[in-house]
Every structure is written in C-alpha cells, then in structure tokens.
C-alpha cells in the first residue's frame, strides 16, 4: 500500500527540539520530492519545506534556520528536525508527496501533532 | 507569492452551485493547486495545474484561471463537498511556496 505515516510529535518545552519522522510505503522517497506541511490548531496550512529527488532542499521563511529537512534512503523515511522550538511552531505536522506529472501534494500522511508548551 | 483566498466562508445548500476564488500577488502562469479538508483529515489534492482534476475527483470539480486569478467551481454541492478549500501555488523558483488561508463552504 502507498502510504505515509509521521511519528516523533509530542510536548514539547519551549526551546526545546524535537524530530519528527515519515516513513514511506509503496514508493521510495529517494525519487520523489517530499515536503513538510504544518496547521496550527483552528487554522490553515503552512507550506514549510521541500526536498527534490536530486537532494536540493528549500524551507519557508519560518522554517529556515531553524528547521533541518533530511532524508534517509535506507530507511525510506523523511525527517523533520526542528529546534528552538516556540509556542507558535505548535501544530500538526504532516509530510507529503509530490505527484510525478503535475508536482503538486498528492500524498499526505495523517499528521502528527507538536505542542510546544512549558 | 501571496495567496489571497475569498470568500472567507461561504454558505450555500446542497445542490447549489459554489465559486471560490484564488488570487495571487503575482502571477503564478498555472502553477496552481486546489485542496480540499474535511475536519480530522488530511488534505486532498482536487485540481493541478490550474485546471486538472487529480485522480479519482468527480466532474462537477472545475478549476480555471491563469496568470493571478484563479477560480474552483463545484457544478453542485453534495453533502459531502462541504469542507475548507486551500489553493496552492507552485510557481515561485526557488521555493519556498504557498498556500491560501483557506475557503470554508459550509451548509445553509
């Protein structure tokens, strides 16, 4: 089955850090572009990273500097390291996939919630 | 590139006809995406590339629109189509991109 399942969310103190996992089905990470999607309780979605197929990776403003995006092809998983954590990063964090024709999130995990609380 | 999604809410019946719009700050050409959310799920991708319906999503899904205006049409609510809209543009070289603020169609 193709699928996406996120793992590593939880409490969280603030300045604290946290990684968060995706580990892929059906399909290898290594060859597809992946991103990070986040949504604060009650609100939208916040596009937060990419990773091509090639290894090139670009964060949002929100994201860069303190966000890291890697992958690890062995273990067919994307990870999401996120330090220096801050009330505001406390969301649900899902990972998706890009689609192979148009490049859009056709593929989403089911998410997995961080709360940065103290 | 900024996303501007209107309305905010949308109150229609079933069987009516909904137009939410998108429109970017800059053009976007048609790099751009419609989602669709139901509470307590992940998104799902229904329109790419400004008008291509993704796999499996039914016809009375439409979208049209280039360049910073942008428009997702359903023909006729089912009861089901009610849910928050997102649009996402992919445009912007190199990333990052982005995503509306959201249209929730909700029942009358």
């Known amino acids: 089955e ?15 850090s946290l990684r968060l996992s995706c580990v892929a089905s059906g399909f290898s990470v290594s060859n597809n572009y992946m991103s990070w999607v986040r949504q604060s309780p009650g ?76 | 590139t900024v996303l501007t999604q209107f309305p905010a809410t949308l109150s229609l019946s079933p069987g009516e006809r909904a137009t939410l719009s998108c429109r970017a700050s800059e053009s976007v050409t048609t790099y751009l995406a419609w989602y669709q959310q139901k509470p307590g799920q992940a998104p799902r991708l229904l329109i790419s590339d400004a008008s291509n319906r993704a796999t499996g999503i039914p016809a009375r899904f ?14 006729s609510l089912e009861p089901e189509d009610f849910a928050v809209y997102y649009c996402q543009q992919r445009s912007d070289w190199p990333p990052p991109w982005t995503f509306g603020q959201g249209t929730k169609v909700e029942i009358k």
């Not at chain 1, 193709?2 to 604290?16: C, F, T």
């Open chain 1, 2 to 16: 193709v699928q996406l399942v996120e793992s590593g969310g939880g409490l969280v103190q603030p300045g604290g």
């Open chain 1, 43 to 118: 609100k939208g979605l916040e596009w937060l990273s990419i990773i091509f197929s090639g290894g090139n990776i670009y964060y949002s403003d929100s994201a860069k500097g303190r966000f890291t995006t890697s992958r690890d092809n062995s273990k067919n998983t994307l990870y999401l390291q996120m330090n220096s954590l801050r009330a505001e990063d406390t969301a649900l964090y899902y990972c998706a996939r890009g689609s192979d024709s148009s490049g859009f999130l056709v593929l989403w995990g089911q998410g997995t919630l961080v709360t940065v609380s103290s």
């Open chain 2, 62 to 75: 439409s979208g049209s629109g280039s360049g910073t205006d942008f428009t997702l049409t359903i023909s």
